[in-house]
């Protein structure tokens, strides 16, 4: 009877440390179910006991597609890798496999989501209103040179009409002066005929 009861004790005691043995997460980088407000540039995971070389993890999108990481590397207890492009905002699934000190294979996974501000983006197309209005500076004043280019020849021509229209109004003016120069010419020679038919 006495050996039975050791026996059972034996196992009690046994039971709970095979138990502990197994590997578990103890902490991670971002943590469970953790909003971050910027995008992680690496992603830790440390366990209770030490973890094999082959170990690794692969992070998931909300669509279930996989983000690239980098090399997954194993020191110890601890698990990391970067992720070498930022994540948009949304929740993201951390699985992770990994082989325990007592052999044993054991597969877990976690979420955390990216909530990042996104002022940096709403002040792009604010800083980008200067440069389309200087673009447009230069299309207003090519637009207007034509224009005056086109003016200045009906300018430049003004004074030739009235270059033109002086030469006509003096050409008229002599032809009438000689005009009246003639009449008076025939008229002093009919008043002198005249004259010399009454002394006849």
Same mark, same amino acid.
């Not at 669509?63 to 194993?74: H, L, R, S, Y």
């Given at each position: ?14 039971? /709970? ?31 209770? $006991? ?18 690239? $990481? ?7 207890? %601890?698990?990391?890798?970067?992720? /070498? ?7 993201? $699934? ?27 983006? %709403? ?14 500076? /230069?299309?207003? %004043?090519? $637009?207007?040179? /034509? ?28 032809? %009438? ?24």
């Amino acid at each position: 009877m006495k050996r039975i009861i050791l026996i059972m004790l034996a196992v009690i005691w046994l039971v /709970p440390g095979a138990a502990f043995a197994h590997s578990k997460i103890e902490q991670s980088t971002p943590a469970v179910d953790e909003t971050v407000t910027a995008s992680p540039s690496q992603i830790t995971l440390s366990f209770n $006991t030490d973890i094999e070389k082959l170990s690794t993890f692969k992070l998931l999108n909300a669509a279930g597609e996989q983000i690239a $990481t980098d090399e997954v590397t194993v020191d110890g207890k %601890t698990m990391s890798g970067a992720v /070498p492009t930022a994540l948009e905002n949304g929740i993201y $699934t951390l699985k992770w496999a990994i082989i325990g000190a007592d052999g044993h294979a054991i597969e877990g996974d976690y979420s955390f989501t990216v909530n990042a501000p996104e002022t940096a983006a %709403t002040e792009q197309p604010a800083s980008a209103s200067p440069s389309l209005e200087s673009s447009s500076t /230069p299309d207003a %004043t090519a $637009t207007e040179s /034509p224009a005056l280019e086109t003016a200045s020849p009906a300018a430049s021509a003004s004074p030739t009409a009235d270059t033109a229209t002086q030469t006509e109004g003096k050409d008229s003016s002599s032809t %009438t002066s000689v005009i009246i120069i003639v009449v008076v010419i025939l008229l002093i020679a009919v008043i002198a005929a005249a004259a010399r038919k009454r002394k006849k």
